[in-house]
Structure formats: structure tokens, C-alpha cells
């Protein structure tokens, strides 16, 4: 069984000493490829050193989170389609979206964030377009307006991934109807999370990703501790449950899909 991780975060690993042991425990696990997800200026340029270092193991995207949207949000943003030039382009735009899980209390402060992020992902989504590359969304507490920035955008559905899908089966269907899909987590192992598993179930085999998101969201039976590339296997097992599919046939959708989805050479 072959597993790509589609969407993980390496560069606490390299921060702590610990990215080569990392590599060696996802290869062991079956996990061949790993796509490292830019949020900041602060990791666009390591995770393109890490995939010049590990062509065709590690792949790169790069984009400005919804909590990275700060006053200088546009400085940044401007140094974004630098890093699609050759010779080692990202494989993605992103993660882009909107967060309003994170705002703060006052109701004037929040609105201005809510007014920066909206402008960073409408700036960002015109990019992408552009570049016509697929594009990672992150959306919490955030959905409908997610979705309306996306489609006001013009940009190709198909192109469009919500990664860490915490929402329910209504949702991704709205989704998967205008040509886009979700990636599941390791939200989707946890007892409570039977609307994410509805989701699953909802979306099929035919448009399904996995991803860590690590190091967060270990599942279970990890859950709580520093969530690694070589977990996404019990997520894997619990999502070929939920579809009823044996877990080598889900894997096998899930790798053949991202590589799709990336255009992965």
C-alpha cells in the first residue's frame, strides 16, 4: 500500500532536528510522497529548498493563510508568483481562505480581520486563476463565504481542493456539484466526527485525498500528541470503513487522485 501525504506542515520537523527521521518513519508507513503546505513568507522558501533537495519525495505550494493576514498582507502576496518561475515551481496555490474561528471577541477588530482576509483570498484566487494551478482552501467557521469569494472569482472548480474538510455531507456536496472536492484528516478517526464521515461517505472514492495536516490532528489512536506523515495510514483504515472499501483500493484512489489533482510529475 502507497499513500501520499497531500498536505502537511515539515517545517517543525526540520526546526527540531528531526525531519530525517520523520522521512524515514513515512517511508516504512508506505508514504512515498509528502506535499509541504506553505502559510507564510516564513516557510515559502525553506519547503522550496526541502523539494530541490528531495525531488519527485517532497512536493511544495505556497499562499498566505487567513491567520497569517496581517497589515502587510499585500507586501507579501506580491512575492507569491515569483516561486511559480522555474526551475522548481510549487505543485499548488495555497493554503488561501477564510478563518473566523480565530477573531477576536471585539466586534470592530473582527470585522476589520474579516475585511483583510477577504481581500487577501480575493487577491490571492485572482493569482491562481492566472497561473491556472490548483488551488488548497482553508475554510473554518467560514463556508458559505468561502464558497461565494470562490465562485465570484471565476476560477475552475475543478481546480479546487478544501483541505482539513470539517464540515458535513450537505457541504462537500456543494462542493463536488461545481467540480471541487475535499481532503480528509485525521478528524475523520474520531468518535465524534460523524458528520465529517457523512462527508466521506457523501463525496466517494472517485474525488478522495488524505492528508496529515501535521503536525496537527494526530488520529486516533495518536490523538493528542504531534501528529507525523506515517499516521495518515489509521486515517486511511478509518475512511476505507466508512466507504466500505478495502483500505489497499482507498489507497489507491487517494494516491492516483492527488497525483491527478497536482499534476505530480
Known amino acids: 500500500m502507497e499513500l501520499?501525504?497531500?498536505?502537511?506542515?515539515l517545517k517543525t520537523f526540520a526546526d527540531k532536528?528531526?525531519?530525517d527521521a520523520m522521512r524515514a518513519r513515512a517511508r516504512e508507513a508506505g508514504v512515498r510522497r509528502l506535499i509541504t503546505v506553505g502559510t507564510s513568507p516564513e516557510d515559502w522558501v525553506p519547503y522550496r529548498e526541502m523539494h530541490t533537495a528531495h525531488p519527485g519525495e517532497i512536493d511544495?505550494?505556497?499562499g498566505l493563510h487567513?491567520?497569517?493576514?496581517?497589515?502587510d498582507w499585500a507586501d507579501a502576496v506580491s512575492q507569491l508568483n515569483t516561486f511559480?518561475?522555474?526551475?522548481?515551481?510549487?505543485?499548488?496555490f495555497g493554503e488561501i481562505g477564510l478563518d473566523y474561528f480565530h477573531l477576536p471577541k471585539d466586534p470592530v477588530q473582527a470585522g476589520e480581520i474579516i475585511l483583510r482576509q477577504e481581500a487577501a483570498f480575493r487577491q490571492q484566487l485572482m493569482l491562481a486563476a492566472e497561473l491556472d494551478c490548483p488551488v488548497i482552501i482553508h475554510s473554518r467557521d467560514a463556508f458559505a463565504e468561502s464558497v461565494q469569494l470562490i465562485d465570484e472569482s471565476g476560477i475552475d472548480w475543478q481546480r479546487i481542493v478544501y483541505h482539513c474538510f470539517t464540515y458535513g455531507a450537505a457541504e462537500v456536496a456543494q462542493i463536488n456539484q461545481r467540480g471541487g472536492r475535499a481532503s480528509f484528516t485525521g478528524i475523520a478517526t474520531y468518535k465524534s466526527a460523524h458528520a465529517v464521515r457523512e462527508a466521506v461517505r457523501q463525496q466517494g472514492i472517485e474525488r478522495f485525498m488524505l492528508e496529515t495536516d501535521c503536525p496537527y490532528l494526530s488520529p486516533e489512536p495518536h490523538r493528542g500528541q504531534p501528529n507525523e506523515p506515517a499516521r495518515i495510514t489509521h486515517i486511511a483504515e478509518r475512511c476505507a470503513e466508512a466507504l466500505a472499501q478495502p483500505v489497499e483500493a482507498l489507497a489507491a484512489h487517494a494516491t492516483q487522485n492527488t497525483i491527478e489533482f497536482f499534476k505530480l510529475k
Open 4 to 9: 501520499i501525504d497531500s498536505h502537511c506542515h
Open 17 to 19: 532536528g528531526e525531519f
Open 60 to 62: 511544495y505550494t505556497v
Open 66 to 71: 487567513p491567520c497569517h493576514v496581517d497589515d
Open 84 to 92: 511559480f518561475m522555474p526551475p522548481h515551481p510549487p505543485v499548488s
